[in-house]
């Protein structure tokens, strides 16, 4: 009797703990289920396409724009764009922690028909 | 497409002979592949640092020299195996293409993420900048670290995920800013797949398979259905930041790798050797990966080579030192070599002005909001303690304390980070706690997938077993099982039940 009650308390218990871990791994397979139907709209694709076609754009603005090899100040609005300015910068100019350093100054501006509503400005400092 | 091919022939290929001699037949082996890939293009780039040429050139010479080291060392295998006990092996293919099979199916999931070609602002801040350093060579990597003007990309980071996006940068040229990011993803899911691949191992390994009766084939494919579902779990639990190249799931998944094959499954110089790579992935990939991946090895030291163990005690401890620096070494190196040139990272430069209880309290506040998964855990971990101890030691399986201990210590750590560190603290949990809480957020998931199997073994086999358990004091035995015939061990789980 004894052996047979501990046979089925173990079953249970067994079934709570798959019962438990199921859930919650279950859950967490949805929340992704979730996440990555909500990344993977037309419209959410159609998004992140223009940003990261305005980032190639600025890209080749660079190259087009400033000297290779050139000293440069990236300065703009927002630390996001100044800092996306320095990473496309990198392997043509050569940026610079002090204005005083650099002979161009590099930010982005609102503008229409550039890089998807951005233009690289370049100034001489 | 290109990252796909990328990751199979640019890494994958360079990297198959290496994990078939540490995985042979294993399922993992598939995944382990492109981690060593990314390994020696991350060692390649600290060699252009600290002695030059290009990240192609000097990936080549890891390559072939890893590769060289690895054919002479099977060649010894080989002369000295007893021709017997290779013709031997039991060849079962069944298990280990269905685990392949329904890990990468899951996988798959979360990958069609990458339809969107979003680039997260680390992604850029950081790690394509430094992909861009790798890619120009020498100069521009070690000018463009010490640059003042680059403070911003945390220039100590390690150079794993920079120099696997300038690999693909070389093969596929720059027109695509986004391969990168598709590689760093590719990895993750490669890391989370070394994690499925153990957690499969768990119902299909030597314990569960010797135990025969009702309770081989539900436990077997709970196994397999866990190790999908926990990659997908991977996944979920970084969030969107993943898909957007950020490289916190790959140190997260690759160290919750080296837990599970180094401080969960059954002794072997197999899992070992899977737990090792893992372990230094983890710790090329970030600086909380290697901090995290010291730990794990010095865990596994501990495991491998016990402080009770008998025999001289210097040759011990030597052993233990060589179990946590060889496969740390290329992360302490890059980290040595990294402040020998005068960079060092920038979260304790300055001291903060807010009190020590404020920012504790906040870091508990912030750690515990992404931790909703461990009552759950602790839940399982009681009951499974209580109702399937017997059966997780027969499959071989450690103690569950190494990885509770493993997130402990991750979490003291991170907590002390929090705590001593310079940046004003809501600001810094606000940005990053939950990231630096992936990892213990997939261990946690990964040990109720454990237990999961375990109780699904337990539930079918107590008929079998309930009388014939015997008190164990070690924890890891495997006790015969009177009366079931003992099935030969799969080749491909070799060496898993050298206990």
């Known amino acids: 009797m004894g052996e047979r009650s501990g046979r089925v308390g173990k079953r249970i218990g067994c079934a709570a703990i798959v019962a438990a871990a199921g859930v919650a791994l279950a859950l967490s397979v949805h929340h992704d289920v979730q996440l990555t139907t909500s990344v993977t709209t037309p419209q959410w694709i159609a998004e992140q396409t223009v940003e990261l076609q305005q980032e190639e754009c600025i890209y080749h603005a660079i190259r087009a724009q400033v000297p290779k090899g050139a000293a440069v100040y990236v300065a703009s609005p927002d630390l996001y764009a100044t800092q996306r ?9 050569v940026p610079q922690a002090n204005i005083a350093n650099a002979r161009w100054r590099l930010s982005l501006v609102p503008a229409r028909g550039h890089c998807s509503g951005l233009a690289l400005e370049v100034r001489r400092t | 497409m290109r990252a796909l091919v990328m990751l199979a022939v640019g890494l994958g290929a360079p990297g198959i002979l290496p994990a078939v001699a540490v995985a042979r037949r294993n399922p993992v082996a598939v995944f382990l592949a492109p981690l060593i890939g990314a390994g020696m293009a991350a060692v390649a780039a600290a060699i252009e640092l600290g002695a030059g040429g290009s990240v192609v050139a000097d990936y080549m010479v890891v390559a072939v020299a890893v590769n060289l080291a690895v054919i002479a060392w099977w060649l010894a295998w080989l002369r000295a195996a007893q021709p017997r006990a290779i013709a031997t092996r039991a060849r079962s293919w069944e298990w280990p293409v269905l685990t392949l099979a329904v890990v990468l199916g899951c996988l798959a999931v979360p990958l069609m993420a990458l339809r969107a070609p979003t680039i997260g602002w680390d992604a850029n801040s950081i790690w394509l900048t430094h992909a861009f350093m790798v890619y120009g060579g020498h100069h521009e990597l070690l000018t463009g670290l010490k640059n003042v003007a680059y403070q911003f990309s945390n220039p100590d980071y390690p150079p794993l995920v920079p120099a696997v996006g300038a690999l693909a940068f070389k093969f596929f040229g720059l027109g695509n800013l986004h391969l990168a990011t598709d590689m760093t993803v590719l990895l993750s899911a490669c890391a989370l797949g070394a994690v499925g691949t153990g957690i499969a191992a768990t119902g299909i ?17 709970a196994a397999v259905v866990a190790a999908g579902a926990m990659c997908i779990a991977g996944f979920a639990v970084s969030g969107l930041s993943e898909v957007e190249g950020y490289t916190d799931l790959l140190w997260a998944a690759a160290a919750a790798g080296a837990v599970i094959w180094g401080l969960v499954l059954p002794h072997s110089a197999q899992a070992l050797g899977v737990a090792w790579i893992c372990a230094a992935v983890a710790s090329l990939t970030k600086n909380e990966g290697l901090i995290t991946a010291l730990v794990i090895l010095v865990l596994i030291a501990l495991r491998y080579r016990p402080l009770s163990l008998p025999g001289p005690t210097a040759r011990t401890w030597a052993e233990r030192a060589a179990f946590v620096v060889l496969p740390a070494l290329p992360g302490l190196a890059w980290a040595g070599l990294i402040r020998q040139i005068g960079v060092h990272d920038a979260f304790f430069r300055s001291a903060s002005a807010e009190a020590p209880l404020t920012r504790a309290e906040a870091t508990i506040a912030g750690m515990a909001a992404h931790l909703a998964v461990a009552p759950v855990a602790l839940a399982v971990l009681a009951a ?4 399937a101890r017997a059966d997780r030691q027969r499959a071989g399986l450690a103690n569950p304390a190494w990885l509770w201990i493993t997130c402990l210590g991750s ?4 907590f002390a980070t929090y705590v001593i560190g310079g940046f004003e603290i809501h600001w810094w949990l606000g940005t990053s706690v939950s990231r630096t809480t992936i990892f213990v957020q997939v261990l946690l998931y990964a040990e109720l997938a454990i237990w999961l199997v375990m109780a699904v073994e337990g539930a079918f086999t107590c008929s079998d077993w309930h009388s014939s358990q015997r008190p164990s004091s070690a924890g890891e035995r495997v006790p015969e099982a009177p009366g079931s015939p003992r099935e030969p061990l799969p080749e491909w789980h ?5 206990q």
């Open chain 2, 384 to 387: 499974g303690c209580w109702f």
């Open chain 1, 85 to 93: 300015l320095a990473e496309l910068s990198t392997l043509w100019a």
């Open chain 2, 205 to 221: 390994g030597p314990g569960i398979a010797a135990a025969g009766r009702g309770g081989r084939q539900p436990a077997r494919i």
């Open chain 2, 411 to 414: 979490l003291v750590t991170l």
């Open chain 2, 494 to 498: 070799h060496g898993l039940p050298t």
